[in-house]
């Protein structure tokens, strides 16, 4: 298994990230572009190069959390599936081998009853969009072997799982599964995952604290932390210690090293 951390707010720079990665015993930054420093304008594929070259880790990416791919705007959806793409041309020259993502909602109705999500109501044109997203990252990818992961967010709407289906019958589709998001929902994503296992290859491992406080350090919360990591060695997936702050993370990398 190899095991990362990802870009924390009190961390500005990628030497700051590849540092702190290198003194809990990392080997690896998932470079997270909701960030400004981390849009694919801005990032310099040479200078990223030279950092992992100099700290010896590796990258992975998560991709922008607003990411509507299946917009009914048709600009606007192009301009996220291009982007993307711009994405996996950096990702090959600085061979990352996983680009996150999360299967987003979008925006829905509320009426007196019920939510009703556009999505869903609109099913045939958001599965278009997403196939063509599909097909447009499965063109950029190549025989690369980057994975596109889809990640578990706050539980997998019904409307969502056929089109998450046809997304990994490409071979550069993958999931990520967070189980500290899966915790958080009664485990309602768990089945989900493991019905599609073979198809696992990222994973977001943090505590859970109180049923819903979740990205706290490992082993400060009630989540059986054993369970996954046996999980992920068993698949052969990459792990994010995926908490939010500079004492989580190396406390949950003390924890992974007396227990692992």
């Not at 054993?226 to 052969?236: I, P, Q, S, V």
Request: some cysteine.
């Amino acid at each position: 298994m190899r095991f990362g951390m990802p870009t924390l707010i009190e961390t500005n720079t990628i030497e700051e990230c590849a540092a702190l990665c290198v003194e809990a015993g990392l080997s690896f930054v998932e470079m997270n572009m909701n960030l400004p420093q981390y849009q694919v304008q801005t990032m310099d594929a040479a200078h990223l190069k030279a950092v992992a070259g100099a700290y010896g880790i590796g990258y992975t990416i998560h991709l922008d959390e607003n990411m509507n791919v299946a917009d009914f705007n048709p600009d606007v959806a192009a301009a996220y599936r291009n982007s993307v793409v711009q994405t996996i041309e950096l990702a090959k020259r600085l061979e990352i081998p996983v680009l996150n993502m999360h299967l987003i909602y979008g925006v829905y109705f509320t009426l007196p009853d019920r939510k009703v999500y556009l999505f869903e109501q609109y099913r045939e044109d958001y599965r278009d969009n997403m196939l063509r997203f599909r097909d447009a990252c499965q063109q950029a990818i190549g025989g690369s072997g980057i994975r596109v992961c889809v990640e578990n967010w706050h539980g997998y709407r019904p409307w969502q799982l056929g089109i998450l289906d046809e997304m990994l019958e490409s071979p550069a589709f993958g999931l990520t599964y967070d189980v500290g998001h899966n915790h958080c929902i009664g485990g309602a994503d768990e089945p989900h995952i493991f019905a599609r296992l073979s198809k696992l290859h990222h994973m977001h491992l943090h505590d859970v604290r109180d049923g819903t406080r979740d990205h706290q350090a490992l082993g400060t919360g009630e989540l059986d932390i054993h369970k996954y990591l046996e999980l992920a060695k068993e698949r052969d997936c990459s792990v994010v210690v995926e908490t939010k702050t500079i004492e989580g993370l190396k406390e949950s990398a003390r924890w992974l090293h007396r227990n692992l």
